[in-house]
């Protein structure tokens, strides 16, 4: 987790959660159970590369892996422990599935 400064609070916008590729984790399994519990999780980034404006460079084999199995996090500087308590609650499921 990114430092906070005393005095501070850190903004965490955009926290992300990857998935090994064992897992069998995927995006859409992952956008389906945050859909479910009303929460605004969002697909991770793209790799520049593969935009058509940009040449397709095939070699970055991670970049194009890490969308595929990753997620962005709701987060908002009001969450309340409740709100907390759900995101991690989707998470716990989909890795106590992984584990099946």
């Known amino acids: 987790m990114n430092p906070e400064p005393k005095d501070t609070i850190n903004g965490a916008w955009m926290p992300t959660v990857v998935f090994d590729k064992e897992t069998g984790v995927e995006r859409e399994k992952l956008q389906a159970a945050f859909a479910?519990?009303?929460?605004?999780?969002?697909?991770?980034?793209?790799p520049l590369?593969?935009?058509d404006m940009f040449?397709?460079?095939?070699?970055?084999?991670?970049?194009?892996?890490?969308?595929?199995?990753?997620?962005?996090?709701?987060?908002?500087?009001?969450?309340s422990e409740g709100d907390l308590r759900r995101i991690i609650m989707v998470?716990?499921?989909?890795?106590?599935?992984?584990n099946k």
């Open 55 to 79: 040449e397709r460079e095939a070699s970055n084999t991670n970049a194009y892996s890490i969308p595929k199995r990753a997620i962005n996090l709701p987060s908002y500087h009001e969450m």
């Open 49 to 51: 590369s593969s935009l």
């Open 36 to 46: 479910e519990e009303n929460a605004d999780a969002r697909v991770f980034f793209w």
């Open 91 to 98: 998470l716990n499921d989909m890795i106590i599935d992984a």
